[in-house]
């Protein structure tokens, strides 16, 4: 968990959660 | 112990009135609807000798039996429509809209008590648990005055009716003949059980009783919720009939005349709002009480209660605009031209309006929100972010205000090189509007998320790393809001409905995810400081008669708009509007009229609220104890 604290890696895993979200989202919805 | 044994007696007598009532009417029209009005019709036929006559639903395509005259064919008289030297159909419009004001208030206020009273019985700590329960019997005190001026504005309509439009009043009451009396009884159960529920608050206090009389609430509820239904579904024929042949004629099934495609859009966009509107009316009456208050312990109780009521009827306002978008969507699929009508014709200055005040209900809200903020020690870390949320809302409002095109003389026609301007009107169109609402929403998500976690500081191991994907999670919602706008120009426009949804999607991911992480991160944070109820700018409260006043000024705007869309129908393409009257009023008079309709509704329920302090016995004394005042004490939740 700590270093998912660390910002540098938790930007880059949220960026990667968050996007492949969005783009799952948007594509089933579309 | 006889004691308590009889108080439970009472109850459960209490509850099974209230049930019984509640089956009353469905009892008393079993009859009629177990031997159908279809079989009434042909057996009349079969006593003369006559061939059964048929007919063709004009929305379900199916056939019925003929069971009713056709609709009638008015003409400009005194025999289809006796007057006044003024007006009738502005007369109507004043009843209507002032009995729909207080019907929607009425309604919504028992709905708040339920879930009030609900937050009460599970909350754990007692103090909180007797602030919750004094301030649900403060919304049923303020309602119940409020429902005899309901029955009141109720009889008006009716006569006004009567008098003014007997012909289309009696074609109409025909149609609905079999409901009607329901509908009449419904009013019966939902007196009876309010007046239950209210006197017995004092007797059901504790324990299982008070279970007893949440339960009331719920049935109380139900009644409400089953009458208005059985309203809407008068305006649903009007826009949209079925159940009746081209001539207007009824088929003998009930089901398809309440059915209409319009209804259940109906149904849900008028909850929401029923919801929303009280919790602005309730929230204003709040703000009234605080800028009044002399203690600081009342101004405390009365900041409370206008946070609480304001919380709900946000609540309710955030998927409000996308029921709106569902009903439009039934409305296009139903008759493409009133679509039109509405949203690109006739009517769609007023659209503009609509946008204007929906614009302003996220503004006030969100300014209510920052100036809370200032209550609770810890929560200036976010003020100087506001700027920005600033921004994002004015980008959002003003791409939302936009209009498609413009009133302009020739000269000014020419100087701006056609009707649409070159850079703005690029902002005129759905797609760029369904982004700017989705920012606004998803701004006051976001305004919500900092307001919870003001005075705290998550305690949680992953405390950063939640922060930083709640930052990336709102960031790339905005980015995907505006990428699906801009997505919109480049398909036609009959597909470009749907990027709507994945652009609600977006806004409702927010909505739910984040509140669930913010709840997640916020379990056993620590607390910078408490929350100082009272301690709040005079200003914040004008936010909240602002919020509902703009409400009042919204229903009354959208209730003209679905009525006008009919034009110069009575019942849309079944019977015809033959008054002189039956032109569409100029967006400016519709204006007018509708600011009056907010005024005196506002200068009435005044009066309800002086009434009801007139009244200033409080039933759960103790809970006062509870109640933070000058001596700021920490407040374990929102």
């Given at each position: 968990m700590s270093a998912l604290n660390n910002p540098v890696i938790a930007l880059v895993v949220s960026l990667i959660i968050t996007v492949g979200y969005?783009?799952?989202v948007d594509h089933y919805l579309m | 112990m006889g004691l308590l044994v009889g108080k439970r007696i009472f109850s459960i007598v209490a509850l099974c009135m209230m049930v019984g009532?509640?089956?009353?009417?469905?009892?008393?029209?079993?009859?009629?609807?177990?031997?159908?009005?279809?079989?009434?019709?042909?057996?009349?036929?079969?006593?003369?000798?006559?061939k059964v006559e048929k007919g063709r639903d004009v929305y379900y395509k199916t056939e019925g039996i003929v069971s009713g005259a056709p609709a009638p064919k008015t003409t400009d008289g005194v025999k289809d429509y006796p007057r006044y030297n003024f007006e009738s159909r502005v007369l109507l419009w004043f009843a209507n809209q002032q009995h729909l004001y207080y019907g929607s208030f009425v309604l919504a206020v028992p709905i708040f008590c339920m879930i009030i009273e609900f937050m009460g019985v599970v909350t754990k700590d007692k103090a909180l648990a007797k602030r919750y329960d004094q301030l649900a019997y403060d919304f049923i005190k303020i309602s119940l005055t409020a429902y005899s001026l309901t029955a009141i504005l109720g009889g008006i309509l009716i006569f006004t009716f009567l008098t003014l439009y007997p012909a289309f009043f009696s074609y109409l009451s025909g149609i609905f003949r079999p409901v009607m009396h329901i509908y009449a009884l419904m009013f019966v159960a939902e007196s009876g059980t309010l007046y239950i529920y209210y006197y017995g608050w004092d007797k059901m206090r504790e324990g299982f009783l008070k279970w007893i009389h949440l339960s009331m609430s719920v049935v109380l509820n139900v009644i409400g919720t089953l009458l208005m239904f059985l309203a809407n579904s008068w305006i649903g024929f009007m826009m949209s009939p079925a159940g009746v042949d081209e001539q207007g004629r009824y088929l003998g099934n009930i089901w398809h005349v309440i059915h209409?495609?319009?209804?259940?859009?109906?149904?849900?966009?008028?909850?929401?709002?029923?919801?929303?509107?009280?919790?602005?009316?309730?929230?204003?009456?709040?703000?009234?009480?605080?800028?009044?208050?002399?203690?600081?312990?009342?101004?405390?109780?009365?900041?409370?209660?206008?946070?609480?009521?304001?919380?709900l009827g946000v609540a309710f306002l955030i998927p409000l605009p996308f029921a709106g978008y569902w009903l439009m969507r039934e409305v296009y699929a139903y008759r493409q031209q009133m679509g039109i009508t509405l949203m690109g014709g006739l009517l769609a200055w007023?659209?503009?309006?609509?946008?204007t005040m929906i614009g302003i209900l996220?503004?006030?809200?969100?300014?209510?929100?920052?100036?809370?903020?200032?209550?609770?020690?810890?929560?200036?870390?976010?003020?100087?972010?506001i700027k920005y949320l600033v921004f994002l809302l004015a980008c959002g409002y003003m791409v939302f205000i936009t209009p498609h095109t413009m009133v302009m003389t020739p000269a000014e026609l020419k100087a701006m090189g056609g009707q649409q301007h070159p850079v703005l009107g690029n902002y005129g169109v759905m797609s760029a509007k369904n982004g700017g609402i989705?920012?606004?929403?998803?701004?006051?998500?976001?305004?919500?998320?900092?307001?919870?976690?003001?005075?705290?500081?998550?305690?949680?191991?992953?405390?950063?790393?939640?922060?930083?994907?709640?930052?990336?999670?709102?960031?790339?919602?905005?980015?995907?809001?505006?990428?699906?706008?801009?997505?919109?120009?480049?398909?036609?426009?009959?597909v470009r409905v749907g990027l709507s949804v994945?652009?609600?999607?977006?806004?409702?991911?927010?909505?739910f995810f984040m509140f669930a992480l913010n709840s997640f991160m916020m379990k056993?944070?620590?607390?910078?400081?408490?929350?100082?109820?009272?301690?709040?700018?005079?200003?914040?409260?004008?936010?909240?008669?602002?919020?509902?006043?703009?409400f009042t000024w919204m229903m009354g705007l959208m209730g003209y708009i679905r009525s006008s869309v009919r034009l110069f129908w009575h019942v849309n393409e079944i019977m015809r509007d033959n008054s002189p009257w039956a032109y569409t009023h100029t967006v400016g008079f519709a204006a007018n009229m509708i600011s009056a309709n907010v005024l005196f509704f506002w200068i009435t329920i005044l009066f309800v609220f002086w009434l009801g302090s007139l009244t200033a016995k409080k039933v759960p004394v103790e809970s006062k104890a509870g109640i933070p005042g000058s001596v700021p004490q920490p407040a374990p939740s929102h």
């Open positions: 969005f783009v799952l | 009532l509640l089956l009353l009417p469905v009892v008393v029209a079993l009859p009629s609807l177990a031997i159908g009005e279809e079989t009434h019709a042909g057996d009349a036929a079969k006593k003369d000798g006559d209409t495609a319009l209804w259940n859009p109906l149904n849900l966009h008028r909850i929401l709002g029923n919801m929303a509107f009280g919790g602005g009316v309730v929230a204003a009456y709040a703000a009234y009480k605080f800028l009044a208050s002399k203690t600081d312990e009342d101004r405390a109780h009365y900041d409370w209660m206008g946070y609480i009521a304001m919380a007023l659209f503009i309006i609509q946008a996220f503004l006030s809200t969100n300014y209510y929100l920052w100036q809370a903020m200032g209550r609770m020690r810890g929560a200036e870390k976010y003020q100087r972010y989705n920012v606004i929403i998803t701004t006051t998500v976001l305004s919500f998320v900092w307001y919870m976690r003001g005075n705290k500081v998550s305690t949680v191991s992953w405390a950063k790393f939640g922060n930083i994907f709640m930052g990336v999670f709102f960031g790339c919602a905005y980015f995907n809001i505006i990428f699906l706008a801009v997505y919109g120009y480049y398909i036609p426009a009959n994945p652009q609600v999607a977006t806004t409702l991911s927010c909505l056993g944070a620590k607390q910078m400081g408490p929350i100082e109820w009272g301690k709040i700018s005079a200003r914040s409260q004008y936010a909240l008669i602002m919020l509902a006043t703009a």
